[in-house]
């Protein structure tokens, strides 16, 4: 399957939280193709962010693989899967996704920076453009608007040019304009830029800029939508709740 | 709020630790030197009286109590009949003494490296000592030695050694062994006696008595008694109840053990001013990283006030808690104090180390206050934080004082500082203040000017400095803008260093520029070919038989034995000599400013520069001076010199000198060889002679200077080995503020680490930041430090002291590689801390 940017088979997180145990992640078997942007949503406490963690081999599951492309992540040290993040995956978070000592390029070359390596200039400048970023690149992090930020933060996982981008919620901080101007931007990374994304929300509304929506509840996937539109996805949801 | 107290402190538990560890280091010093000198106090107690055990009255000549441990004059033994003949005393006898060195037949020395060498006659009347093994000296030839020594030394009863005073050395065999109360020793001292015939040779008594041993009849008063004995005695000599004569000889035994107190105790507040800055910042940083639980507090309804007392309380309890643990450090330390004394010859009797409750209350006020000084700002800021703190988001930044102000208050803090430090330095004093405190009032005040106009320019600065590192990438810059990231704390963590460096670098110039000196002013005055002196310092004099003898070989031309000793002179204690003078000048070289010094009388003086100047005094003044045995004496300037330095600042004829000084030892021989004859052959001629004479070392000029310059340097290395405290400070401070730090960004680590930065990369940044912030302070207090070894050499040459200027930059290079070390060192643990950060908990949103 080689347009499978990344998969968990059989997947199982298990939390011990004194005496009781906590299956963040139950059994969870999913696919995420390359090219398309796939959105995760289910309640709070259903394991979203647990299941992104540890596709991003920032987490390790108890039992069950995941793979990155064909990489199983399970089979990797500590080194081995820092040195896959910083060329294979890109992040975006709900908040704290600058360093603040650093300005906007800064911030945007950083994982190639520490990796030692040249940013492609071109891509750069087309990411830059995409984004709207032009004339803030010297601006620090505290003099950006939080919408700005969340665009540094998308330009820094797209310049990168990764495998796979996961983003946590990252318009969950933003009013509804640079809410809908960010989830246009990462729309377009797909559609212009050849970009994979995997995004956590708990926005109908976000979800539908997705090509594909996965339902999580209680650590399971529990219903898929492809192309969805934000009622679909709200009838999806009464439907679960019920 | 007490149990909120609480919490917050077990919250914070490594960064306490940590503060508490500088208020523990600078409490330690202080409880040590304090520590240490009562232990040694009781230890002198114990001997001193029992030194009088058997006797009841001591008849003694009277003695300037300022100068009591010069040797007092002697009198007549027809005393003894006199007080023998006074109703109430049952015996009296007649003793003699004085210094006594003592060395192997083959002429290898015993004791004698600073604590003293004591002899004295063997008698009955009133002898304290014990014997321990043998028996009393019974003729000329034997003797008694302290157990202590002897078993230090490896002899034993039926052994013979050399005995030398002012005569030649005499063999003596060793007869028996003796103790003094309990004790076996004199703290290192070595203590002899012999029999009053070979003790009066010895001596140089002549037939005359230094003391006179009274015991009472059964139910007399020995102070009754004294006052009875007084009305015989001749005028000069004094009878004494023995138990007031012991407490008087141990008032000024303590007075000089008083200077070891106050050098350790001056560390204990240097190191304990230094921690100020670290426990300032580390309660700031807590504060800062609290200010939404405060709010809360606040929001809840605490007072300012509660939330003062809150902070000031964590801050009391770990000064308490820090404090006491001081007072088991200093005990640690006063240990250790003995140990190195001990290494060096100084055996110190055992005992218990005495734990006074001065010493506890001293340690515990100076940590609680330093520490609530310190907690003070900190605790203003956390009272001044709003309520609404509580619903704002991120964590405000600390309100900013404006520059201006900061600026102006640091500028006059330095401004003030500045002038204290020339005030003293240029000798100036008022009522109860010496120049000693306005220079370190001054150089405190200073440094604290310093600190508070460091964040003004840490920005620049530190971003200079952090050049060579942001270049190596994005690693090394993102370290460099961590380093300078909050002005202010990064002021703060560096000012501990700044004033280790600072320290530092001024004994380095102090160092430097005196052994620049000392080479150049013994070039310069260095007349003779050889200097023969005592080896070791203090304790070892020559014998005046030296001179005798080197005088009459045919290899020297010519030669003059100079006298040194302690005198009164308008109430300062100076070093006071005496020489051939005709022969003085021709062998040293010294520049007359006024009158002739080789052609003063018995009834002058020939003195220096300085003294007139102190004095105030010119040519044909009279000047009074107040000796230990003969009182005070009226001399007129008869010349006044050009200062040299280390030399004495005043010269008597030998006549005048006898007429005022029981002592008869040379302290430095100046030698001339004839012509014709090589420096190697003439040492060799020397060395035949002084070899009979143990503990005497034969110097050329260069020789000479590595004498002088090898005590100057025991000198500045003892500093420097405390100043490493200091530094210790600066480091924990360093440790303190990265591992806060670290702490406050966790969330950025955490994102470093999500995006790919390594372990091995997030240590690299925590290290350079730390190597920065070290360096940053060393570059500060290097710079101070330079200012304050440029005002001291300057005011001393003001002052017409030959110094010159010397600033040694490869050692300062060095101390600033010292600091960046430490910089290192201080960030293994942090940047262990940082790189082990669990990612995830790290980017956990709220
Ligand atoms: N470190 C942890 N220790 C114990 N339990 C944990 C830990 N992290 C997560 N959990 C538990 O695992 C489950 C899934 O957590 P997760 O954070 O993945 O949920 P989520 O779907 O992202 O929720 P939200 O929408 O609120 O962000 C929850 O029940 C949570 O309490
Ligand atoms: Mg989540």
């Avoid at chain 1, 995420?32 to 962010?49: D, L, N, Q, T």
């Avoid at chain 2, 001591?58 to 027809?78: G, H, I, K, M, Y």
Wanted: glycine fraction near 10%.
């Amino acid at each position: 399957m080689p347009d499978i940017a990344a998969s968990t088979e059989r997947a199982t997180k298990i939390y011990m939280s004194g005496p009781a145990e906590v299956r963040a992640l139950d059994d969870v078997t999913v696919a995420f193709h390359k090219g398309r942007f796939s959105a995760i949503m289910g309640p709070s406490g259903s394991g979203k962010s647990t299941l992104l963690h540890c596709l991003a081999g920032l987490d390790s599951v108890t039992g069950g693989k995941v793979y990155l492309g064909e990489q199983d992540l399970g089979t990797l040290s500590d080194r081995e899967l820092t040195l896959l993040r910083r060329s294979r995956v890109g992040f975006i978070f709900q908040a704290f996704n600058l360093i603040p000592t650093l300005n906007a390029t800064e911030n945007i070359t950083l994982p190639t920076d520490i990796a030692g390596r040249r940013p492609d200039r071109t891509w750069f400048n087309r990411v830059i453009d995409v984004l709207g970023l032009g004339d803030r690149l010297t601006h620090r992090p505290s003099e950006l608007s939080g919408g700005q930020q969340q665009r540094v933060a998308v330009a820094r996982a797209l310049v990168a040019r990764p495998d796979i981008i996961f983003a946590d919620e990252p318009s969950g901080n933003l009013d509804s304009k640079s809410g809908a101007q960010l989830l246009g931007f990462l729309r377009r990374a797909v559609d212009d830029l050849g970009q994979t994304i995997v995004m956590v929300t708990h926005d109908p509304v976000a979800a539908a800029y997705a090509d594909r929506v996965v339902f999580l509840a209680d650590g399971r996937v529990v219903d898929e939508l492809e192309s969805p539109t934000s009622d679909a996805i709200l009838d999806r949801i009464k439907s679960l709740e019920t | 709020m007490w149990r909120a107290t609480w919490k917050g402190l077990l919250g914070h538990k490594l960064r306490l630790a940590l503060t508490a560890l500088a208020i523990f280091l600078g409490t330690s010093f202080v409880a040590g030197s304090y520590v240490f000198t009562d232990t040694l106090g009781g230890l002198f107690d114990n001997l001193f009286s029992s030194a009088f055990a058997g006797t009841d009255v001591l008849v003694q000549a009277t003695v300037d109590e300022d100068l009591s441990f010069v040797q007092r004059a002697r009198f007549d033994p027809e005393v003894v009949d006199a007080i023998q003949a006074v109703e109430g005393v049952e015996a009296a006898e007649g003793t003699v003494g004085g210094f006594a060195n003592l060395a192997t037949p083959d002429g290898e020395v015993l004791g004698g490296q600073g604590p003293p060498t004591i002899g004295s006659a063997w008698i009955e009347v009133g002898n304290p000592f014990e014997l321990r093994d043998g028996r009393p000296p019974a003729a000329d030839g034997e003797m008694v030695l302290d157990k202590a020594s002897a078993d230090r030394f490896g002899l034993t009863v039926g052994q013979e050694i050399l005995v030398i005073t002012l005569g030649r050395p005499e063999r003596f065999e060793i007869v028996g062994l003796i103790g003094l109360g309990s004790s076996d020793g004199f703290g290192g001292a070595t203590a002899i006696g012999v029999d009053p015939v070979a003790a009066d040779r010895i001596f140089g008594a002549d037939g005359q008595i230094d003391a006179v041993n009274v015991v009472a009849r059964d139910g007399v008063d020995p102070a009754l008694l004294a006052e009875q004995i007084q009305t015989v005695l001749p005028d000069g000599v004094r009878a004494l109840d023995a138990r007031l004569a012991a407490e008087e000889q141990l008032a000024g035994f303590k007075q000089a053990l008083g200077f070891i107190n106050t050098f350790l105790l001056v560390f204990g507040l240097v190191a304990l001013f230094a921690s100020t800055f670290l426990i300032q910042n580390t309660f700031q940083i807590i504060v800062t990283q609290r200010t939404r639980e405060l709010a809360m507090f606040r929001a809840i309804g605490a007072t300012r006030r509660q939330i003062m007392a809150m902070v000031l309380g964590e801050a009391t309890i770990v000064a308490i808690l820090a404090s006491a643990a001081g007072v088991g450090g200093g005990i640690g330390l006063a240990e250790a104090i003995r140990w190195a004394f001990e290494r060096f010859g100084g055996d110190i009797p055992s005992g218990d180390l005495v734990v006074a409750r001065r010493t506890v209350g001293a340690a515990l006020l100076t940590g609680l206050v330093v520490t609530l000084v310190s907690a003070l700002i900190p605790a203003l800021n956390a009272s001044r934080i709003l309520p609404v703190a509580a619903m704002r988001e991120a964590v405000s930044p600390p309100r900013r004082r404006s520059l201006r102000r900061r600026g102006f208050t640091g500028a006059i803090l330095a401004g003030i500082g500045v002038a204290l430090l020339f005030a003293g330095l240029r000798g100036f004093r008022t009522a109860g203040l010496s120049p000693v405190a306005f220079v370190g009032a001054g150089a405190g005040s200073l440094f604290v000017g310093i600190a508070v106009l460091t964040p003004l320019f840490t920005r620049p600065l530190g971003r200079t400095l952090g050049a060579p590192v942001a270049a190596m990438g994005t690693i090394g810059r993102l370290a460099r803008e961590n380093a300078v990231r909050s002005p202010r704390r990064t002021a703060a963590t560096s000012s501990s260093i700044m004033i280790g460096t600072a320290l530092a670098a001024l004994a380095l110039i102090l160092g430097s520029s005196l052994d620049t000196t000392t080479d150049a002013l013994i070039r310069d005055r260095f007349r003779s070919d050889l200097i023969v002196q005592p080896g070791g310092f203090g304790g070892a004099e020559l014998s005046p038989r030296v001179a005798v003898e080197l005088a009459e070989l045919p290899e020297v031309s010519a030669l003059v034995a100079i006298r040194r000793n302690a005198a009164e002179i308008d109430g300062d204690t100076e070093f006071v000599a005496s020489a051939d003078m005709a022969r003085l000048v021709e062998l040293v070289r010294f520049e007359n400013r006024q009158g002739r010094m080789d052609q003063i009388t018995d009834s002058q003086v020939a003195i220096s520069t300085d003294l007139a100047g102190d004095a105030d005094v010119g040519l044909g003044d009279p000047i009074v001076i107040t000796f230990g045995s003969s009182g005070d004496q009226s001399f007129t300037v008869g010349a006044v010199f050009e200062a040299d330095g280390p030399g004495s600042d005043l010269y008597m004829t030998p006549a005048a000198w006898e007429a005022n000084f029981v002592e008869r030892f040379d302290s430095s021989i100046f030698v001339n060889l004839a012509e014709g004859v090589g420096l190697e052959a003439g040492r060799e001629a020397l060395t035949a002679v002084t070899a009979k004479y143990p503990g005497t070392n034969v110097l050329d000029q260069n020789q000479f200077a590595e004498e002088a310059k090898s005590q100057i340097r025991q000198f500045i290395g003892l500093v420097f080995a405390l100043l490493a405290l200091t530094l210790l400070i600066g480091f924990v401070g360093i440790l303190n503020t990265l591992l806060l730090s670290i702490i406050e960004r966790t969330r950025e680590i955490g994102l470093l680490r999500a995006v790919g930065t390594t372990r091995r990369q997030l240590s690299r940044m925590v290290t350079w930041e730390a190597v920065i912030v070290a360096v940053f302070g060393a570059v500060l207090g290097l710079t101070l430090g330079v200012f304050f070894g440029w005002a001291v050499i300057t005011s001393l040459q003001a002052d017409d002291v030959e110094i010159l200027l010397s600033i040694p930059g490869t050692w300062l290079a060095a101390a600033v590689a010292v600091a960046a070390v430490s910089g290192v060192v201080a960030a293994v643990y942090p940047a262990r801390r940082a790189s082990r950060l669990n990612v995830l908990a790290a980017i956990a949103y709220e």
